[in-house]
């Protein structure tokens, strides 16, 4: 399943959250299947969750699970992406 969205595909309601670049990331859209600046969503919303700002994500974090650029393109567990940002905000 690929959850990334392009700023296109995003509902109304999720764009008008503030989504910055800072927090996209090359990948293959879910929706329309171009490669495009793409979010995560359910990862970001884990990563605001915990207080980190954009930047801090930009700088120290995944923002895709996967980017599903390929087949092999690997893809990291929403937990195992949870536990380094609970890392990076103990650190801010
Ligand atoms: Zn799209």
Request: net charge negative; with cysteine.
């Amino acid at each position: 399943m690929n959850a990334n969205l392009c700023m296109a595909c995003m509902p109304a309601d999720k764009n008008k959250n503030g989504l910055s670049l800072d927090v996209a990331d090359t990948g293959v859209c879910g929706g329309c299947k171009k490669v495009s600046d793409v979010f995560d969503l359910e990862l970001l919303s884990e990563y605001r969750k915990l207080g980190l700002a954009d930047l801090d994500i930009w700088r120290n974090l995944r923002r895709l699970r996967s980017s599903h650029m390929n087949p092999s393109s690997h893809e990291m567990s929403l937990d195992a992406l949870i536990g380094q940002a609970q890392e990076i905000a103990s650190k801010e």
